[in-house]
């Protein structure tokens, strides 16, 4: 598939829906010339919204971890995270007990705000759980894992209950060449071996682009074909935006690199409508 521009394709929509780890920042930070790239979508007058995997941060803490690395001028109703909708779904359907998890405090703090008491997996007595209405898989970090990881196993063995997982990443990048297990990959791990079925939030499910796609609407009149979706993971941005019918742009400045693009493709059948080194030019 042949390279294209983003800077000449974004000018075809009215709309543009951007994934944050791997498009706007890597793991050195935020990736050079990003603020410029968004000046540019403002400049012709694109919305954008950001959808993001990331559970354990807020609209408005997302906003401010942006502008310590250096990208100025998001907005928080902008930003779209896999959290958000884990938190609404507690709230409306979880109405009493506890609720367990994995992950750490902050990220706890932020999703379970609808009053119940939220306990993590290492406090847990498992000769005591009739109180514990939900688990909640957070962050990959906050616990340790391999103790936590076996008490959860067996913790499920013990009781069937809803298990809501808020970030559906497998892994995420460390370096150029290295990659780091995350929530959604330990997650499978675990929903493989009880042999159950999770509740999973973010990208590729659809909910994460409905979500946005009502938002924008809120602002004006959009359709699906008016959003370019942009993304660096097949198996999430990609895979999503196919599915909610969307045109999508896979760009290699993060999960996907130039040199094994063909084969993912071909091993995955995700297909992107089109491909670009980055959102730089």
């Known amino acids: 598939m042949e390279k294209v521009s983003f800077y000449s394709l974004v000018k075809n929509y009215k709309a543009v829906f951007i994934d944050s780890y791997g498009v706007l920042k890597n793991h050195e930070g935020l990736i050079d010339g990003v603020q410029d790239s968004i000046e540019y979508i403002r400049s012709l007058g694109i919305p954008l919204r950001v959808l993001t995997n990331d559970a354990s941060r807020s609209q408005e803490q997302q906003v401010k971890v942006f502008e310590s690395i250096g990208l100025e001028g998001l907005k928080k109703e902008e930003i779209i995270t896999s959290g958000m909708l884990a938190r609404q779904f507690l709230e409306l359907k979880i109405t009493s007990g506890k609720i367990a998890y994995l992950g750490t405090e902050r990220s706890a703090e932020y999703i379970l705000q609808s009053g119940l008491e939220h306990i993590p997996i290492s406090d847990i007595d498992l000769e005591d759980i009739d109180d514990i209405s939900a688990l909640l898989f957070l962050d990959d970090e906050g616990f340790d894992w391999n103790c936590d990881i076996n008490k959860t196993v067996n913790f499920l063995r013990r009781k069937n209950l809803p298990v809501v997982v808020a970030n559906s990443d497998k892994y995420y990048p460390v370096s150029n060449n290295d990659v780091a297990i995350a ?99």
């Open 183 to 281: 929530i959604g990959g330990i997650s499978r791990l675990v929903e493989y071996t009880v042999d159950q079925k999770f509740i999973r939030f973010g990208k590729p499910d659809t909910q994460m682009f409905m979500y946005a796609y009502d938002e924008l609407n809120k602002t004006g009149n959009f359709e699906k074909k008016d959003i370019l979706m942009v993304g660096d993971t097949l198996r999430t941005d990609i895979l999503g935006g196919n599915k909610f019918s969307l045109k999508t742009l896979l760009v290699l400045s993060g999960n996907t690199r130039a040199d094994n693009v063909d084969l993912k493709i071909n091993s995955t059948g995700i297909i992107p409508d089109y491909i670009a080194d980055s959102i730089l030019n």
